[in-house]
């Protein structure tokens, strides 16, 4: 399989080179040229698998030609193997055509280490066959810095740096990442904001020296390797509800689009899927998007889902690319005119095509925390803030005939300050992370400034 950026002026790529690439030159995200087809008996023929086993048959043709299939079954098996629930993804009904499937079972409780376990594995396996050692850099508001340091921690050719603003993450996501005892792993806390973090992680890639020296890379949701381990679990669901007999909806807490970009992938595959719902909380661009037709920016507020607290989705790319119909510079211009204007109209038979597959809810939060409510009342669920967001929104999205299944994206004890408010009830962690308040922690504190932080960078690598 080759890649082609959404922009349509950097290199055509193989698997391998976008893995390690992450953004394209010419600014675009990574897309394969095409998409690998299932039949319905290729569908069938799923049936019974373990999940593992499952995920191979689904990503392997985007992988085919850079990795051999033995190999590549045994990065698979192994990033899934320690999942704390032996279906990795199980389903639960929630209504007679409703359901949920419980993407927090990884060793952070969130659904990017679905993607993040395996893309890891497939960094450390890439980079030894070329004899390269990479520096990941990130910034992380919660969530991702966690699943990247559980992903990249004792992997022999990758050192990951990441920041966080001191003080301003939950106790669990610290402990998250300052509780790995890993050489390879270091965190910092940036006396700053996340935005200084992010500023500096940036500041550092376009500091070509720094860069190169180093190797920097990073593991962000643009990566297109994320998005193909995501597809697996799409797949996973609908053929346990009956794909490709039946066909379904998914409904999505979405903020950079990454995870319900997959479900697309998935449908472009061939998978019976009647549509997408994104559910979006106060910060709800693409809910404006896809009900008014216009893209506009607005400042980002903090609500009960941080981590669909975005401004821009940046995987929402990857869909355009599909409405511009590989017109890359048309792509390029209407995405300048959105960065410099704030606003951008794609055009009503591009807006119209999208929502032929998309629709959207918006939920505030105080809606998000009645929906916690109801759903512990009515269902026995205890769903975490962002979850809820998909299973409301699924529940409220119109009734059509056809079952709907929502994304559950993090463990309600990873929020469990807003679910205890809402429910009444205090989340346990699993009983794996239960001791997580008593492991020893281990991160260094820096000043907000990039020459200290790149000079803690290049001690701690010497
Ligand atoms: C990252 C994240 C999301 C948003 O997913 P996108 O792929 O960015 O749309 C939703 N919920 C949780 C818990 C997350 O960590």
Known sequence: MQYVSTRGKAPVLSFDDVLLTGLARDGGLYLPESWPQFSADDIRDLRGLSYAQMAVKVMYPFVEGCIPLDDFTGLVEDAYKEFGHPAVAPLKQ?????????????PTLAFK?????????LFDY???????HVTIVGATSGDTGSAAIEACRDRECIDIFIMHPKGRVSDVQRRQMTTVQSENVHNIAVEGTF????????????????????????????NWARIMAQIAYYFWAAVQLGA??????????????????????????GLPIDGFIIGSNRNDILTRYFQTGVMKMETVEPSLSPSMDIQISSNFERLLAQVYDKDGSALT??????????????????????????????????????????FYKNTGE????????GCAAARDGGKVDAVTVSLATAHPAKFPAAVKEASGIHPDLPERLSDLFDRPERF???????????SYIEKTLA
């Open 94 to 106: 929630l209504d007679s055509d409703q359901w949920v499937m419980e993407l927090f079972h990884g």
């Open 113 to 121: 280490d679905y993607a993040l376990q395996l893309l890891g594995r």
């Open 126 to 132: 890439t980079l030894k066959k070329r004899g390269e």
């Open 195 to 222: 935005d200084d973090c992010q500023d500096a992680v940036k500041a550092m890639f376009n500091d070509m020296d720094f860069r190169d020296k180093y190797n920097l890379s990073a593991v962000n949701s643009i």
């Open 244 to 269: 490709p007999e039946r066909s379904m909806r998914f409904s999505v807490p979405t903020g950079n689009f990454g995870n319900v970009f997959a479900g697309y992938c998935a449908k472009k595959m």
């Open 333 to 374: 211009q209407a995405l300048a005119e959105f960065r410099d204007t704030g606003e951008v109209d794609f055009g009503e038979t591009r807006w119209k095509a999208m929502c032929a597959d998309f629709s959207a809810q918006r939920f505030d939060d105080a809606q998000t925390k009645d929906a916690i409510q109801s």
């Open 382 to 389: 205890l769903l975490d803030p962002h979850s809820v967001i």
């Open 444 to 454: 260094d504190v820096l000043a907000n400034d990039l020459g200290q932080i790149q």
